[in-house]
């Protein structure tokens, strides 16, 4: 299994910066990819930024350009720096690791607790 810390939401007016960090602790597990989501109440989940250990990153099309995800695969941590927010980007953000279990090849899913941001206008 894997256990991942979040921290670093809060509160952060218009057009400020947060940074998310998000740590992955566990036994014998590979982690494939790491992401962020987000959640309103009353909406699904998104997908905010993903990005893989070798650094293939993908982004919400809303975030291109202000959010930045990266990752230090020493310490299984990846990072959401969150620059120009807007009231928009306020949600609940989940961290996400996909990962393997020893030399089971099937991929599993785990998420953080959820840290909330919120943006004011």
């Known amino acids: 299994q894997v256990h991942l810390v979040e921290s670093g939401g809060g509160l952060v007016q218009a057009g400020g910066s947060l940074r998310l960090s998000c740590a992955a602790s566990g036994r014998e597990v590979s982690i494939v990819r790491m992401g962020w989501y987000r959640q309103t109440p009353g909406m699904q989940r998104e997908l905010v930024a993903t990005t893989s250990m070798t650094g293939t990153a993908d982004y919400l099309n809303s975030v291109k350009g202000r959010f930045t995800i990266s990752r230090d695969n020493a310490k299984n941590t990846v990072y959401l720096q969150m620059n120009s927010l807007t009231f928009e980007d306020t949600a609940t953000y989940f961290c996400?690791?996909?990962?393997?279990?020893?030399?089971?090849?099937?991929?599993?899913?785990?998420w953080g607790q959820g840290t909330q941001v919120t943006v004011s206008s």
């Open positions: 996400n690791a996909v990962f393997s279990i020893g030399d089971d090849r099937s991929l599993y899913n785990a």
